[in-house]
């Protein structure tokens, strides 16, 4: 193996050991859905979809990291987080559909919470919630499904954050990317599912973030902007590109596009003249003919990945 796919190689298992999608997988201890004498000792504590309309007695547990009260709309927050902020090591909290429009203010004095979810809260009031968490150490932050279509100014307070949840919403406009190019620490993004026909040009100012989810909207181009991003790995499968966006050519930390099932036929003439870090695609389920596969397999002969498969 040459050493230039050795470097390729190692990078990919960093990302792939030291970051994760599935952000609610910290403590790994047993996950309970009840409380008995005998959990006082617990750490995970999944009361979702259990009609509650008041918590458990909490009191007991003293080690409390994780709770999940999702799908309960009929809780009194206000009670609920007259009892979490007693609990002061919680660092992970999920409020899934559970109609809120605004937050109760004693949510400010969970000093430890680091992941917070409020999917599926159509109604809720981002821009007090905003003020309201942005002096707790928040850096995952789950807003998916909020009918967001322009985000409040203020959510650049949210200084800590690293990756964030923007999934089946509508952030088309410019000035939303505008915000989020103001969180310095922002990781991960993930704007999938948006029915977004296009990126704005503003998307080039969130140039700190090294993983971009755009996959699952109505793609068919990516402005020229992006090529001042930092991005390693893009997830742009389930869009409407006809043939792979040259602009990846021009983005230089850009390690891996996952760019399957689009109806992508050929390559740009830009991917042969060009030098770019790009190593690994993934083109599986596009209509490419059994020629330019053999064209592709020649180009990109020393990438540690490459797939075209069809399902």
Request: charged share 20%; glycine share 2%.
């Amino acid at each position: 193996m040459s050493k230039r796919l050795i470097r390729y190689a190692l990078f990919f298992i960093f990302i792939i050991t030291t970051i994760s999608c599935s952000t609610y997988t910290n403590f790994y201890s047993k996950t309970y859905t009840s409380i008995d004498k005998n959990t006082s000792n617990l750490h995970r504590l999944d009361l979702s979809n259990q009609n509650l309309t008041v918590l458990p007695d909490l009191s007991m547990i003293k080690d409390l990291r994780m709770i999940d009260l999702s799908n309960n709309p009929k809780l009194d927050l206000q009670r609920v987080f007259e009892q979490l902020k007693l609990c002061k090591k919680i660092e992970i909290l999920m409020l899934d559909s559970l109609a809120i429009e605004v937050l109760p203010k004693s949510i400010a004095q969970l000093s430890s919470l680091k992941q917070l979810s409020i999917s599926y809260n159509p109604n809720l009031d981002i821009e007090t919630m905003v003020n309201q968490i942005n002096n707790l150490p928040i850096e995952f932050l789950n807003l998916k499904g909020n009918n967001i279509k322009v985000l409040p100014g203020n959510f650049s307070q949210i200084q800590s954050l690293k990756d964030l949840n923007l999934s089946h919403n509508n952030i088309a406009d410019a000035e939303n990317y505008k915000i989020i190019s103001k969180l310095p620490n922002l990781y991960s993004l993930w704007i999938d599912h948006n029915e977004l026909t296009s990126l704005p040009k503003s998307i080039g100012k969130v140039n700190q973030i090294r993983f971009l989810y755009i996959d699952h909207n109505k793609l068919k181009e990516l402005p020229t902007e992006m090529s001042a991003m930092k991005t390693w790995v893009i997830h742009a499968g389930y869009n409407s590109f006809n043939k792979l966006p040259a602009v990846f050519t021009q983005m230089n930390s850009l390690f891996m596009v996952h760019i399957n099932n689009n109806t992508i036929e050929t390559i740009p003439k830009d991917y042969r003249t060009e030098k770019y870090p790009l190593a690994g695609l993934i083109l599986d389920n596009n209509p490419l003919s059994e020629s330019e596969k053999k064209n592709l397999k020649k180009l990109f002969k020393g990438f540690f990945l490459l797939s075209f498969e069809q399902k």
